[in-house]
């Protein structure tokens, strides 16, 4: 990774020409190839770029470009197609090299398998007294997320999602059928748990005979102490 920051005046040609006069500038050039073009906001958009498979090449500038105080011309050619990024380099502040090594990735907090590992610790938030049989139980039709045993000797089917809507409904309601034609797991109740469930989905869960229980990942985690809602 290079970071410059620089003042620039950017050019691009290919399918559409743009321009960007002089100003004062961060450039991002990554291993990947590609070459981002920032201003101070806009958020995370670049002003322009140039994606992979691309190659930059550093040159002198012309005679009448060093003449208006250029130091250096940065040409950026894409591999498979016309386009072009031109940056006049009129002076650069800061030139920073870096290796940032491998991307392990984005872990995201709340989705749906760590939802139901929480959910699982604290079956008694589903219903009292209820205790878990399995995660993951296997169906003929795809593994139910959560099945609880209750009280009553009947079970609980508990489908975790993060935004809950009608094919969660529809996939929760299949396995219940399955399920319930079961004498070892009959009767058999459905929850559909999600951190938010859409009024239709709602509405067709109800019409199931199915309940709804709104999920919230800090107070799971125990970050929050907002109480979950069974409905």
């Not at 593994?143 to 089917?157: E, H």
């Amino acid at each position: 990774m290079r970071v410059v920051v620089a003042r620039c005046a950017v050019d691009y040609s290919g399918r559409l020409g743009a321009h960007l006069p002089l100003a004062r500038r961060l450039i991002l050039v990554k291993a990947d190839g590609s070459v981002l073009i920032h201003a101070d906001g806009g958020s995370y958009k670049p002003l322009n770029w140039m994606n992979p498979p691309c190659k930059l090449r550093e040159q002198a500038p012309s005679t009448a470009e060093a003449e208006a105080g250029v130091e250096a011309v940065w040409e950026v050619a894409h591999a498979k197609t016309d386009d072009q990024l031109r940056i006049q380099i009129y002076e650069i502040l800061e030139d920073i090299r870096a290796e940032l090594g491998e991307e392990p990735g984005l872990v995201k907090d709340g989705v749906e398998a760590h939802l139901q590992e929480l959910l699982a610790q604290q079956v008694e938030r589903v219903g009292p007294e209820l205790k878990l049989i399995r995660r993951e139980y296997p169906t003929a039709i795809g593994p139910v997320d959560l099945l609880l045993r209750g009280p009553d000797g009947g079970t609980v089917a508990v489908e975790v999602k993060r935004r809950g809507e009608i094919d969660g409904v529809e996939q929760l309601t299949r396995y219940v059928e399955l399920l319930g034609r079961d004498p070892r797991l009959s009767p058999v109740r459905g929850v559909f748990a999600a951190q938010s469930i859409k009024p239709q989905a709602r509405v067709l869960a109800q019409d199931r005979g199915l309940e709804c229980l709104i999920l919230d990942y800090a107070e799971l985690s125990g970050t929050d102490s907002d109480a979950l809602r069974l409905f």
